[in-house]
């Protein structure tokens, strides 16, 4: 495939107009047509790293920034240092292992020598909007987040905000560890000089831009974290602000009670002036229900309310927490539509004390969470039990219950994509084992007691069953020995037509070699005068063909006589057949084929295959060795015979015309099988003929 790459490279190449500028290549390298185009250029060199394979430049010009990589290099003199003026060229290829097009660069040099380039100071929102790809940049940004790499955990991100717009970095963990230490870096402000790349990075195809620090003492420390990190400012209202401007912010705080835990990680706090945010914490355990605290964390919203994520939370002491609302019963109906029918959420819930009233459907336990589904006017509502799962003590589904709780509006997160995030469901947060009661329990006839009647009553059906088919196959195994007796006397009978059909083809055997001697004894009789050396020669087949009538009659005899098609299997069959000819000693069978696996007439051809290759092999070959092997591999037979005799040239072995009928009948057997015939042999090396089979099993 590479072969293939580089020989359309250079086609295109010839073809296509020369890249010959930074931003021109830019461009050209995410596009998979201009795969095989040409570029050339002269520009500076503002930054190198390493790769598997080669190096990675990145390099500059008047037009803009652009990467060119070279793959398997070899060093080149002098060695480019940043700031030298390069004079670069190769094409557009494709990485077979990243599956992505690149700048390949095939020939660079030293042009002239050049002052180490200055970074260009920019802030995240102008590294966002891609001018300045590829280029070495400064920012000084704020530590928003840390997300380490689930893909390479060689590799964490650092998310760092600055003027209402984020960028990640990616750093090595370890590099991390050696610039906080143990100290959480969330908050501090970070003074950055690296290359801000808008590639895919590994395996996700679609990151965005990406900030990567250019050397070791890339990354300095301006501010360092806050040594009390709830000391930040109140969380507002961001009424003017847009949602994207929202999630840029540095952290924020907010004071209120915990009105309910979800999920053990989602605190809905309500603050003194009744304003309603959820606060997902970052790690740890939650605080429970009824509880003042303070949360600090990142805000972002869900276009209904303003929220705190990655957050972390203390105990608020010396307040009063505001009297707890009264939870009223609502149809859920109410919660979902207007009177007419139609859909429309009331997201004022959010937050509120509830009560409905309904069936329960199921129980779950899962990870530490406990949820149950209750069925409330035909519409399944989910109540999370996280913050008390002893009140699912004695539930059971089908009990009629009244549970309490905080409505929470299950909503999807702003994101350019989703400009109207929707409510997805709503679910009910129980504060306490209080919050349900059971208003009925289910009636005892329940559908898994009729599953268990029914069941009963299943098993003894199967047990009348298997009585019936105890005394059925009683009957039917009289009936098979009565069967078993016409089978022998049908047997029988096809022993004799079996019989019939070899004295048949016996017949016909040896009236075409009788034949054949009358036409050798008529041609040496005319040639008895003229050519006396000729007479004899005919004379001389003749012979052999009587030998092989002679043979054959034998053969035959012998068979109407033996009892080898009625062995159990075909070792035995073989050793029987062959013992008139072939002393054990000589002879070694491994037949792992059984006897059923064949008709009479598959057996009977075999069995006269096998004794005249080895009565050949021992005969005309000399052997004193003989194996005979077989097997059945995918519905065909293969068996070879394979001596350590004299050993001939198949192409030159000697056939009718010689009066060697031998070879020329086990070809015809082979072919009224649709088999094949081959021979391996050299002279003084033996002989291994082989023979397939389609077969025909008896049953």
């Not at 704020?142 to 209402?164: S, T």
């Not at 009788?514 to 036409?519: D, E, P, R, T, Y």
Request: hydrophobic share 40%; with cysteine.
């Amino acid at each position: 495939m590479t072969a293939a790459l580089a020989v359309l490279a250079a086609v295109a190449a010839t073809n296509a107009a020369v890249i010959r500028t930074a931003d021109d290549l830019s461009v050209s390298v995410y596009d998979r047509a201009e795969v095989g185009r040409g570029f050339a250029m002269t520009a500076t060199l503002i930054h190198a790293s390493s790769i598997h394979d080669g190096m990675r430049y990145n390099v500059v010009d008047p037009s803009g920034a652009v990467i060119v990589e070279t793959k398997n290099f070899a060093r080149f003199l002098p060695e480019p240092v940043l700031g030298d003026l390069l004079s670069v060229s190769g094409f557009i290829d494709f990485g077979c292992n990243s599956l992505r097009e690149y700048a390949h660069c095939t020939n660079i040099a030293v042009i002239s020598h050049g002052p180490q380039p200055k970074p260009v100071e920019t802030t995240c929102a102008k590294l966002l909007t891609g001018k300045l790809d590829f280029q070495l940049v400064k920012i000084t940004a704020d530590i928003r987040d840390v997300v380490h790499d689930e893909i390479d955990p060689k590799f964490a991100f650092v998310v760092l905000a600055g003027e209402q717009a984020m960028i990640p970095m990616d750093i090595a963990p370890d590099r991390l560890l050696r610039i906080f230490g143990e100290t959480d870096p969330i908050g501090a402000k970070l003074e950055v000089v690296g290359i801000c790349t808008a590639s895919p990075l590994a395996g996700r195809r679609h990151f965005g831009r990406l900030l990567t620090p250019s050397g070791p003492d890339a990354i300095r420390i301006v501010e360092p974290p806050p040594a009390d990190p709830f000391d930040a400012p109140e969380l507002g209202e961001f009424r003017r602000l847009q949602p994207e401007q929202i999630a840029s912010l540095g952290r924020h705080r907010v004071t209120g009670t915990v009105v309910a835990v979800e999920r053990r990680r989602l605190l809905i706090v309500r603050t003194d002036a009744n304003k309603i945010h959820n606060v997902v914490l970052a790690s740890g355990n939650p605080p429970p229900c009824g509880t003042r605290i303070t949360a600090v964390g990142f805000p972002n919203t869900d276009l209904y309310r303003i929220n705190l994520a990655h957050a972390i939370w203390r105990y608020e002491t010396g307040a009063v927490a505001p009297h707890e609302e009264a939870a009223r019963l609502v149809d859920v109906r109410s919660l979902l539509y207007d009177a007419g029918g139609r859909r429309k959420i009331d997201s004022r819930r959010h937050g509120r004390a509830i009560r409905l009233a309904g069936i329960v459907r199921a129980l779950r336990f899962a990870d530490g969470e406990s949820d149950l589904n209750v069925e409330c006017d035909g519409h399944l509502v989910n109540v999370d039990v996280s913050a008390c799962p002893s009140a699912l003590d004695g539930l059971e589904p089908g009990c009629e219950v009244e549970v309490a709780g905080v409505c929470a509006m299950e909503t999807e997160k702003w994101s350019p994509e989703t400009v109207f995030p929707s409510i997805t469901g709503i679910t009910l947060v129980m504060r306490g084992p209080e919050d349900i009661r059971i208003t009925a329990r289910p009636p005892w006839w329940t559908p898994g007691r009729l599953l268990a009647a029914i069941g009963v009553l299943l098993a003894a059906i199967v047990g009348i069953l298997a009585w019936n088919m105890m005394l059925r196959r009683v009957s039917e195994r009289r009936g098979r020995e009565l069967a078993a007796e016409q089978v022998a006397h049908v047997e029988s009978k096809l022993k004799v037509y079996e019989r019939t059909r070899l004295a048949v083809e016996l017949h016909d055997a040896l009236s075409q070699n009788l034949a054949g001697i009358s036409f050798e004894i008529d041609a040496a009789e005319r040639l008895s005068l003229s050519d006396g050396r000729g007479s004899q020669r005919h004379l001389e087949v003749a012979s052999r063909s009587l030998d092989s009538c002679r043979a054959v009659l034998k053969n035959c005899i012998w068979d109407l006589r033996s009892n080898a098609l009625e062995d159990a299997d075909m070792d035995t069959a073989i050793r029987r057949t062959l013992a008139p000819h072939v002393d054990d000693g000589v002879l070694s069978v491994r037949f792992n084929v059984p006897r059923d696996r064949f008709t009479d007439a598959t057996a009977h051809a075999i069995l006269c295959i096998i004794r005249e290759l080895v009565l050949n092999a021992i005969r005309h070959g000399g052997a004193t060795r003989v194996l005979v092997a077989g097997s059945i591999e995918n519905g065909r037979m293969l068996f070879s015979v394979k001596d350590n005799g004299a050993g001939f040239d198949p192409a030159s072995a000697p056939g009718s015309r010689e009066g060697h009928y031998g070879l020329l009948g086990i070809q015809e057997r082979v072919e009224s099988f649709d088999g094949d015939f081959s021979i391996e042999s050299a002279p003084g090396k033996g002989a291994k003929a082989t023979v397939s089979l389609w077969i025909k099993s008896e049953s």
